[in-house]
């Protein structure tokens, strides 16, 4: 699938067939998530399934959720982090973000979950293999067949010149000036990149060999999160352009209110 495409069709499954996830496909799913763990525990970030999803929600019910209400799947993927440093939640993202990409391939939706307000006996219970901390999870499983005619309909996403600057934040992004960077299609499509409450919190700032990365209005480990994803979606489609994309997560000072989260070539 052509990550241009995926960025457009990608959309967060909150109604499950109720149907367990079928042998063969489990095992599919073990490989891929095997896979991902080779990568994500490099950042102190494990992922493990659990099938019983029922026992899950019987646990986490009006505990977490999407927008605070619990998706009911067939099975989970736990994001297990190991070490709470910012850098385990943004890598953690990222891998998490494959998974998803990869679960598609094989025909399984997903959504993501926070699980802020679950207890630790509680997440214990939910994912006995659990050895860090768990603040969010995947639902994933058979979605239902997209039965609507014509173009799909979109959340609101802001322009271009609303989220990237050119050299300091007091100079929005001209068009011509992406075009000459050949930078347009990939930020046209990484408006797309999912994030919580579809704030979309991430600015770039170009320079002349490098973009940065900030998170404005930053709140906790939610927007690292979102940083993680939209690193993932820009190295993919950087990739699809012939760029090996590179992420540094230097230190360098805020801007105001945005946080600084790391630099990417181009």
Not at 2 to 30: C, E, H, P, Q
Not at 53 to 74: C, Q, R
Not at 137 to 164: H, M, T, V
């Amino acid at each position: 699938m052509l990550m241009a495409n995926f960025m457009k069709t990608r959309k967060s499954i909150r109604d499950f067939k109720n149907k367990k996830i079928k042998s063969g496909d489990v095992k599919k799913l073990n490989s891929i998530i095997s896979e991902v763990n080779s990568l994500a525990k490099l950042y102190s970030v494990d992922f493990h399934l659990e099938e019983n999803g029922a026992e899950v929600v019987e646990v986490l019910k009006g505990k977490g959720g999407y927008a605070g209400t619990m998706i009911l799947a067939p099975a989970y993927i736990a994001m297990d982090i190991e070490n709470e440093v910012p850098e385990a939640y943004i890598y953690g993202a990222y891998y998490m973000e494959d998974l998803i990409t990869k679960l598609q391939d094989i025909g399984l939706g997903s959504c993501w979950i926070s699980l802020h307000n679950a207890d630790e006996e509680s997440m214990q219970k939910a994912f006995p293999d659990k050895t860090g901390k768990i603040e969010f999870a995947l639902g994933i499983g058979y979605p239902y067949a997209n039965l609507n005619i014509g173009e799909e309909k979109y959340s609101s996403r802001l322009g271009l010149e609303d989220f990237i600057y050119d050299g300091d934040f007091n100079t929005p992004i001209r068009i011509e000036t992406l075009e000459s960077y050949g930078l347009d299609d990939l930020f046209y499509y990484l408006r797309y990149a999912p994030s919580s409450k579809n704030l979309q919190p991430w600015r770039f700032l170009i320079t002349d060999s490098e973009v940065e990365l900030y998170i404005e209005n930053f709140d906790g480990h939610e927007n690292y999160v979102d940083a993680g994803i939209v690193m993932y979606y820009y190295t993919k489609l950087a990739e699809a352009s012939g760029i090996r994309a590179k992420w540094n997560l230097d230190e360098k000072p805020d801007a105001g209110n945005k946080k600084y989260i790391g630099t990417v070539n181009f």
